[in-house]
């Protein structure tokens, strides 16, 4: 009996030596995982089962890609055609204008998700005209507050903003902490559209621990909308691309495009080329932490 009980014991012993090692190797994956943002290994459970130890293989998350659309609200046609490519796709719609509230609305009965595409002031102010629910530099913390209440009452079912032009905005910390924590009191992400190199709103945005992202890729010529300078689809094309490799190195990435012809036409010829890349097209929310 003294024999049998001392292999038990052993067996066990044994059992769990093995258990605390894998776990160990369990915390260095999960470690670099962490570090690298891009967990591509296997990791696995024990458990016992029957006296037997059963293994549980889970494969990590594929690498993410969200594509946000900016600038809705003039036309209710490009929401019906960004529905119709029937791919989770974000749009970021522009406060105050003719179809703001309606391009929402059907968008998000159509299952794609919604953002606030928020007006902010750019450093050639000059010839600028000042656009609904815009912030400018000049304003008081009240009236900004004041601002940002009405752009988000504007458009029903929002989860997050990113900036409208801005780059004025973006590069002032002061200012985008306004902005930003109240974003972050009214539960919303944010993604910093990046439109200047000079901006802080994503390292502002990191450092209140609001749920955030920065534009990787510009998937078409945003500055290009005179019909008379229409750029090829083939570049957007190009663009998507480069944001699947990104992807694929960062383990996510994100594209924001405009609602040109070309645009939509080229993410439409993208279609196959982003199921065929072993990377998930998700919405804006899905990306951001």
């Known amino acids: 009996m003294a024999h049998k009980r001392k292999k038990k014991i052993r067996k ?39 006296k037997k130890i059963v293994w549980i293989f889970k494969k990590e998350e594929k690498p ?19 529905i119709s490519l029937k791919i989770p796709i974000t749009i970021s719609v522009l406060p105050h204008l003719r179809y703001s509230r309606e391009a929402a609305r059907i968008a998000h009965l159509n299952g794609l998700e919604v953002m606030l595409h ?19 530099s000049t304003m008081t913390p009240s009236q900004i507050k004041r601002i940002l209440e009405n752009n988000i009452k504007s458009i029903p079912y929002i989860k997050g903003v990113n900036n409208h032009k801005g780059s004025k905005i973006t590069k002032n910390p002061y200012l985008m902490k306004l902005i ?16 200047s190199n000079n901006s802080v709103a994503y390292r502002v945005a990191e450092e209140l621990r609001l749920k955030s992202g920065i534009r990787n890729v510009f998937l078409d010529r945003a500055e290009i909308n005179d019909k008379d300078k229409r750029y090829d689809f083939r570049y957007t094309i190009k663009m ?19 609602p040109f012809e070309e645009t939509l036409k080229g993410l439409k010829r993208s279609i196959s080329l982003i199921e065929k890349s072993n990377v998930n097209l998700v919405y804006a929310s899905k990306i951001v932490d």
Not at 20 to 47: E, M, P, Q, R
Not at 240 to 258: M, P, R, V
């Open 180 to 195: 930003l924590n109240y974003l972050k009191e009214n539960n919303l992400f944010f993604i910093d559209s990046l439109t």
């Open 118 to 136: 928020l007006p902010l002031e750019p450093l050639n102010s000059t010839n600028h005209c000042i656009e609904n629910g815009e912030i400018t």
């Open 240 to 258: 998507i691309n480069k944001l699947l490799k990104l992807a694929k190195k960062k383990g996510k990435a994100i594209g924001i495009g405009h």
């Open 64 to 82: 993410k890609v969200a594509i946000i659309i900016d600038d809705i609200g003039n036309n209710i046609k490009i929401v019906k055609e960004i």
């Open 12 to 50: 066990n012993k044994n059992y769990a030596t093995l258990i605390f090692l894998l776990l160990i190797i369990f915390v260095c994956l999960d470690f670099i995982g962490w570090k690298t943002k891009n967990k591509s290994y296997i990791f696995f459970y024990l458990f016992k089962e029957n």
